[in-house]
């Protein structure tokens, strides 16, 4: 498989990696709002990797870098999505690899990721990749409507 990894710059990535996305997060229904979305992210440090086959655009994985003071410096995945059609064909593991390595050029000390309960395949999928559960994620909407 010839997969080619590069950041999405452009306005015209982004438009190209809105339908991929998706996929992960169906909530999404608006390119332009994607894309002023991905855009307003860029500026507090977002970065979106993608992959491509061809000219096809195959996987995603969206991250930053973060420091606090439970993880010190460390690189936070936000969305790590593949088509449905290159599942289980390295794609995924390619993006969290590439993302593993940009977080020791920036020498982080951890790699997290957040993921559904519910998400048992995906959750074999990051044990695979190294990656432990050590901890339950909490949230709370604070929306007043």
């Not at 994607?34 to 992959?51: M, N």
């Not at 086959?53 to 973060?66: D, F, S």
């Not at 940009?102 to 995906?122: F, M, P, V, W």
């Amino acid at each position: 498989m010839n997969l080619q990894l590069r950041h999405v710059e452009t306005n015209q990535d982004i438009h190209a990696a809105f339908a991929v996305m998706r996929e992960l997060r169906p909530h999404l229904v608006d390119v332009d709002a994607f894309i002023a979305q991905v855009q307003r992210q860029a500026r507090e440090g977002y970065r979106l990797l993608a992959t491509w086959q061809g000219t096809e655009l195959v996987g995603l994985a969206g991250y930053r870098l973060q420091e606090n003071l439970i993880y010190g410096r460390f690189l936070y995945i936000d969305d790590l999505v593949t088509t449905a059609n290159v599942r289980s064909t390295g794609v995924g593991a390619a993006l969290v690899d590439a993302v593993r390595e940009e977080g020791y050029r920036h020498d982080c000390k951890q790699l997290i990721l957040d993921t559904a309960l519910s998400n048992s395949r995906g959750q074999r999928f990051y044990f695979r990749q190294g990656l432990l559960s050590r901890a339950l994620h909490f949230g709370q909407a604070l929306s007043k409507e």
